[in-house]
C-alpha cells in the first residue's frame, strides 16, 4: 500500500489521522529531497574527478539501485512501474560500463544537474515554504481558537460577536491553506516521477555519447530508452488530466464544504473540549479531544489530540452514553458547552465545550440533547443531477448520427475528439439532436454548418448528461481491479467477462462506441488519435465514479486503460461470448501484480533493455519498408507516426498548438514535444518511427523482469534469412502481446518469411498472421 490520498474534506475536520497521512506525506518528501541532493553532488563528482570516475559511479548506481518512489492508492499502472523500474535499470547499466577513458561531456552539467536543482529548488523548495505557512496558521488557528474559548460569557453581547466573526475569519483562512497545501503535496508526490527520470535519460544519453566502449550498450539502451520515454509521456499526460479533475473538486469543496463531507461510520465526529476537574486549589482545565459517537450503539470515543505540540497522540477513552444535557451559560462561565453522562457510571458527568454554538446544536441533536438541527451531522453520497439525456432510442439515433458523420467528414482531422468545440455552438447541437422535432432534419454528413469539433463535443457532451455512465456505477469498481493488475491476457478476459455483464442497452451503445473508436485508432497516423489518446479522452466519459473523492480522481488513470483495453479487443470482447466462470482477475486479483508474466516453457535470459513491440526504422537507404499488412500492430505501435525529430514521441502534433483549441491534457502534451534535450536524444540524426522490435538474446533460466524473449542465435551469427516456406513447431509457445502467435508442438505454419525483427519469424496459423520465435521451430 503506498501514501494514502489526502482528501480535501478532511482539511475541515482535521483529524488526528489526517494529521498523520500529512506527516506521511512530507516524511516522502524530504525522504526524496535528500536523495536528489546526494545524487546531484555524485553527478558534480563524476564530472569533476577524472580519477574518482569509476568509483562515483558506482555509488551512483547504488544510489539509484535502493530508492523506490512511493504512489498514491492502492496500486500503479503499467508505465508507472516501468518508471519505478528505470531506476534499477539505469543501474545495471552504469554496472556494466568497464574502464571509462574520457571524461563526460559539459553537458551533463545542463542536462542533469540543473533540472535536477530547478525541480529541487522550485517544487520541493515550494512545498517547504508551504509547510512553514501551514505549521505557523495551525499554530495561530488553535491559540486564537483557545483564546477565544476561554472568553468569559458575562461580557457583552458585541464584544463576543466581534470575536467570534474574528475566529471564524481566521478557521477559514485555516482552511484555505490547508486545502491549498494538501493540493500541493499531492502534486508534487505525482510530479516527481517523471520531473525526476527525463533528466536521468538526458543524462545517458550524453555519458555514452563520450564513451567509445560502450557504444554498443548504448545501442540496446536506446529500445528502453525509446519506450521509458513514451511510459513519462503516457505518466505525463494522465498527471495532467488528473490534476485539473483535482482542482476541480477543490474549488467545488472550497465554495460549499458541508456538501461534499466524506460519509462516515460514526454519526458525529469532530473536536471538543473536555473539562478536566483538579482538586480544589488547582481548578479545572479544558483539553481538545478528537470525539467520534455512535448513535446506534450509544458508544462514545474521544482521543486527546494536540496540533501544537507537533501532533501528539494521546491515550483514548470509550464509554458508553447514557445522555446528553446543554449548558446554559449562567451554570458554566464558558459557551457552547453541555454535559454527558455515562452509562456504566452513574452520577458522573463530562463537561464538554464545542467550538461554536452550530457545531453545538449537532452534537445534541447526534447525542439525543434537547436542542437538535433539522440536518444529519454526516451526508449520504450525492447523486449527480440528471440531464435531460437518456439512454433510449432518441439516445441511439444521436449516437449514430455523430458517428456517421465523424467517419464520413472527419476520421482523418488532427486531434478528433481531443479538440473541443465551442461550448455555446455545441450546446445548440445538442439541443436540437435531443428534440425529436429537430433531430430527424439534421444532416450532418453533408452540412457545413457543424464543425467536425462540434460534432465530437456534443456526442462526449451527450454520454456525460447520462443519469448513469455508460459502463454503471455498480460495475465500476471491478472494471478497474483488472486494470491494476494481471498480465494482459488475463485483463482481456477479465474486461470481456465485464462487459456481458452490463444492461443489455448499456453494452449495446458501448458497441457502436468502441467499434467506431476503433476505426479512429486505426486512422491514427493521419489524425494522430492513438489508442492511448483515445483512453484518455473516453475513460472519464465512460466510467465516471459516483462519488468524487481524490481516491476517485487517482483512478482516472486505470479507467484509460479498461477504454484502451476494450478499443484493442472490440472483436473478441463484443462478438464473442465469455467464459461462465468469472476470470481470476474480476473474483481475486493481488495488488501490483506485474504487468506482464511469461509462461513459456523455454526460459530466457535477463537482459538490461527491455523493449516491447518497438524500435527505430531505418533510413530508406539500410533496408526496405515493410507493406503495412506486414506489421504487427499494437496499442504501443500506435503511439507513434512519422515525424521529424521536433514533432512527436507519442503521436501527439508538432505544429504550433495555438491554432487548436483543446483540452487541457492534449495542450500540455503537445507542449512537451518542444523540449529539444529529450527530442535530439530519441533519434539525433532522422526522424523516428515506433514499431516492433525485439530483443532476443540466448537462453537462462532467469526472465526479464519486463520483456521474456525466446532463445536466440549466437550474438555473431546473423540470423537466416527465409523466404516464403512452411515451418513446425518444435517448442509449445504462449502468447504474450496480440502480435504474437500461440501454439503448441507439432503446429504447422504457412507463408513463414524473416521478420524485421531480430530472431523472430513472421507466419500464419489458422488464418491468423504473426510473430514467431525463431527458435521455436523448425523450417521445412
Not at 512530507?26 to 564530472?47: C, M, Q
Not at 467528414?409 to 425529436?436: A, E, F, H, P, T
Amino acid at each position: 500500500m503506498g501514501l494514502q490520498p489526502l482528501e480535501f474534506s478532511d482539511c475541515y475536520l482535521d483529524s488526528p489521522w489526517f494529521r498523520e497521512r500529512i506527516r506521511a506525506h512530507e516524511v516522502e518528501l524530504e525522504r526524496t529531497n535528500k536523495f536528489i541532493k546526494e545524487l546531484i553532488k555524485d553527478g558534480k563528482n563524476l564530472i569533476a574527478a577524472t580519477k574518482s570516475l569509476s568509483a562515483a559511479q558506482r555509488k551512483f548506481a547504488h544510489s539509484l539501485r535502493d530508492f523506490k518512489f512511493e504512489f498514491i492508492g492502492d496500486a500503479e499502472t503499467d508505465d508507472e512501474r516501468c518508471i519505478d523500474a528505470s531506476l534499477r535499470e539505469f543501474s545495471n547499466f552504469l554496472k556494466n560500463l568497464e574502464e571509462q577513458r574520457e571524461i563526460m561531456a559539459l553537458s551533463v552539467t545542463e542536462t542533469l544537474i540543473k533540472p535536477l536543482e530547478k525541480f529541487r529548488k522550485e517544487q520541493l523548495g515550494a512545498v517547504k515554504e508551504e509547510k512553514k505557512k501551514f505549521d505557523k496558521e495551525t499554530e495561530k488557528n488553535y491559540t486564537l481558537i483557545d483564546k477565544h474559548l476561554n472568553l468569559s460569557a458575562k461580557k457583552k453581547d458585541s464584544h463576543l460577536q466581534e470575536a467570534d466573526v474574528q475566529v471564524e475569519q481566521n478557521r477559514q483562512h485555516f482552511y484555505e491553506l490547508s486545502l491549498e497545501y494538501v493540493c500541493k503535496l499531492q502534486e508534487i508526490q505525482e510530479r516527481k516521477k517523471f520531473e525526476f527520470v527525463e533528466p536521468m535519460l538526458s543524462f545517458f544519453q550524453g555519458m555514452f555519447t563520450f564513451y567509445h566502449q560502450g557504444h554498443e550498450l548504448a545501442k540496446d539502451f536506446n529500445h528502453y530508452k525509446m519506450e521509458l520515454q513514451i511510459n513519462i509521456q503516457n505518466t505525463r499526460n494522465r498527471f495532467e488530466g488528473t490534476r485539473s479533475e483535482v482542482e476541480e473538486l477543490m474549488n467545488k469543496i472550497r465554495q460549499n464544504p458541508k456538501d461534499h463531507k466524506r460519509a462516515s461510520q460514526f454519526t458525529a465526529e469532530g473536536y471538543l473540549y473536555v473539562q478536566e476537574k483538579r482538586p480544589a486549589p488547582f481548578g479545572s482545565s479544558w483539553v481538545k479531544h478528537y470525539c467520534m459517537y455512535r448513535k446506534a450503539a450509544k458508544k462514545f470515543n474521544m482521543i486527546p489530540f494536540e496540533h501544537r505540540s507537533g501532533g501528539k497522540l494521546g491515550d483514548g477513552e470509550v464509554f458508553f452514553l447514557r445522555e446528553c444535557t446543554k449548558r446554559h451559560t449562567d451554570s458554566i462561565d464558558r459557551r457552547f458547552c453541555f454535559d454527558v453522562e455515562v452509562a456504566d457510571r452513574p452520577g458522573v458527568a463530562l463537561t464538554m465545550q464545542a467550538f461554536s454554538e452550530e457545531e453545538r446544536k449537532q452534537w445534541l441533536e447526534a447525542l439525543g440533547g434537547k436542542e437538535a438541527l433539522l440536518h444529519t451531522f454526516n451526508r449520504a453520497i450525492v447523486p449527480r443531477p440528471e440531464g435531460s439525456a437518456q439512454l433510449d432510442k432518441m439516445g441511439f439515433t444521436i449516437l449514430r448520427k455523430c458517428i456517421s458523420a465523424v467517419e464520413t467528414r472527419g476520421i482523418n482531422d488532427q486531434g478528433l475528439y481531443r479538440v473541443v468545440g465551442v461550448s455555446s455552438k455545441v450546446q445548440r447541437l445538442l439541443s436540437m439532436l435531443m428534440d425529436v422535432k429537430t433531430c430527424n432534419d439534421l444532416d450532418l454528413e453533408n452540412s457545413s454548418d457543424w464543425e467536425v469539433k462540434t460534432i465530437t463535443s456534443a456526442l462526449k457532451q451527450y454520454l456525460r448528461s447520462l443519469p448513469e455512465p455508460l459502463m454503471t456505477y455498480e460495475l465500476h469498481g471491478d472494471f478497474i481491479v483488472p486494470a491494476k493488475s494481471g498480465s494482459p491476457e488475463s485483463r482481456v478476459n477479465a474486461i470481456h467477462f465485464l462487459v456481458h455483464k452490463l444492461p443489455e442497452k448499456n453494452k449495446e451503445m458501448l458497441d457502436i462506441l468502441v467499434k467506431h473508436l476503433t476505426n479512429v485508432s486505426n486512422h491514427s497516423k493521419q489524425n494522430l488519435m492513438t489508442v492511448a489518446n483515445l483512453g484518455v479522452v473516453f475513460g472519464p466519459t465512460l466510467m465516471r465514479p459516483q462519488e468524487e473523492t481524490v481516491a476517485a480522481i487517482m483512478d482516472l488513470k486505470f479507467q484509460n486503460i479498461v477504454v484502451e483495453i476494450l478499443i484493442e479487443n472490440h472483436e473478441k470482447i463484443f462478438r464473442t461470448l465469455p467464459d461462465a466462470t468469472p476470470p481470476e482477475s474480476v473474483s481475486q486479483s493481488p495488488p501490483n501484480a506485474p504487468p506482464r508474466q511469461s509462461k513459456r516453457q523455454g526460459q530466457r535470459t535477463k537482459r538490461p533493455v527491455a523493449v516491447y513491440n518497438l524500435c527505430l526504422q531505418l533510413e530508406d537507404g539500410d533496408s526496405p519498408n515493410p507493406s503495412k499488412e506486414d506489421t504487427p500492430t499494437s496499442s504501443l505501435d500506435s503511439l507513434s507516426s512519422p515525424s521529424p525529430t521536433t514533432a512527436t514521441v507519442q503521436g501527439l502534433p508538432g505544429p504550433d498548438k495555438n491554432h487548436l483549441v483543446t483540452d487541457g491534457d492534449w495542450a500540455s502534451a503537445a507542449s512537451s514535444q518542444t523540449r529539444p534535450p529529450m527530442v535530439q536524444w530519441l533519434n539525433p540524426q532522422s526522424p523516428t518511427t515506433l514499431s516492433c522490435n525485439r530483443a532476443v538474446t540466448p537462453p537462462s533460466p532467469k526472465l526479464s523482469p519486463f520483456l521474456s524473449c525466446p532463445p536466440a542465435t549466437p550474438a555473431d551469427k546473423p540470423p537466416e534469412s527465409v523466404t516464403s516456406r512452411k515451418a513446425r513447431a518444435v517448442y509449445p509457445c504462449e502468447a504474450e502481446h496480440s502480435s504474437e502467435l500461440s501454439f503448441e508442438i507439432g503446429a504447422i505454419f504457412e507463408d513463414v518469411q524473416t521478420s524485421r525483427e531480430p530472431g523472430w519469424l513472421e507466419g500464419t496459423l489458422n488464418g491468423k498472421r504473426g510473430l514467431i520465435p525463431q527458435n521455436y521451430v523448425k523450417l521445412l
